[in-house]
Antibody, heavy 118, light 108 residues
Framework: EVQLVESGGGLVKPGGSLRLSCAAS????????MSWVRQAPGKGLEWVGR??????????DYAAPVKGRFTISRDDSNNTLYLQMNSLQTEDTAVYYC?????????WGQGTLVTVSS | DIQMTQSPSSLSASVGDRVTITCQAS??????LNWYQQKPGKAPKLLIY???NLETGVPSRFSGSGSGTDFTFTISSLQPEDIATYYC??????????FGGGTKVEIK
């Protein structure tokens, strides 16, 4: 059974940092291109960024609103995806999903809530 | 960036009704389009991939069509369990991956 389990969300003050983790199981994580997608309360889905597999260079791409503040990384030895979020702003408040989308094998985690508030 | 314009933003229909949602891309995306269903508090679930292919296990009342810039998602006979928000997603040209704004489907 495929599982993506996010953790690390919580309440943080504006300007603060947070690191999210996503533990993957049930599929070959090493070969997967992984993305983070977020959803602000009551809003739609917004792609945050992705990381390619190491065999495809491990290249990262980011959405404009988070570029320079967020960093995606992966630990293939532990089947874990990370999202380091710095200089957080109130607009970053959202549920953050770890996902393999887009892809024929389209898996999503349950999401973790990040709240940026003073 | 490719913009995805989805309409309507919400709709109310009766059980058994045919429901249609459209998604328009700002440029040609061939058939690189997926449709998702999202229920409150849950992650999105893939229903239709590559514009018109039904994901395994998804009821046949769901369908998709279109290519290029204009796409349609249809529920042939709305059921109570279909109450959700539906999103289109283009993956022809990324980054960035982009989604439509969503359509909230309610029962009349």
């Amino acid at each position: 059974e495929v599982q993506l389990v996010e953790s690390g969300g919580g309440l943080v003050k504006p300007g603060g940092s947070l690191r999210l983790s996503c533990a993957a199981s049930g599929f070959t994580f090493t070969n997967a291109w992984m993305s983070w997608v977020r959803q602000a309360p009551g809003k739609g889905l917004e792609w945050v960024g992705r990381i390619r597999s190491k065999t495809d260079g491990g290249i990262t791409d980011y959405a404009a609103p988070v570029k320079g503040r967020f960093t995606i990384s992966r630990d293939d030895s532990n089947n874990t995806l990370y999202l380091q979020m710095n200089s957080l702003q109130t607009e970053d408040t959202a549920v953050y999903y770890c996902t393999t989308t887009p892809g024929r094998d389209d898996y999503w985690g349950q999401g973790t809530l990040v709240t940026v508030s003073s | 960036d490719i913009q995805m314009t989805q309409s309507p933003s919400s709709l109310s229909a009766s059980v058994g009704d045919r429901v249609t949602i459209t998604c328009q891309a700002s440029q040609d995306i061939s058939n690189y389009l997926n449709w998702y269903q999202q229920k409150p508090g849950k992650a999105p679930k893939l229903l239709i991939y590559d514009a018109s292919n039904l994901e395994t296990g998804v009821p046949s009342r769901f369908s998709g069509s279109g290519s290029g810039t204009d796409f349609t998602f249809t529920i042939s006979s709305l059921q109570p369990e279909d109450i959700a928000t539906y999103y289109c997603q283009q993956f022809e040209n990324l980054p960035p991956l982009t989604f439509g704004g969503g359509t909230k489907v309610e029962i009349k």
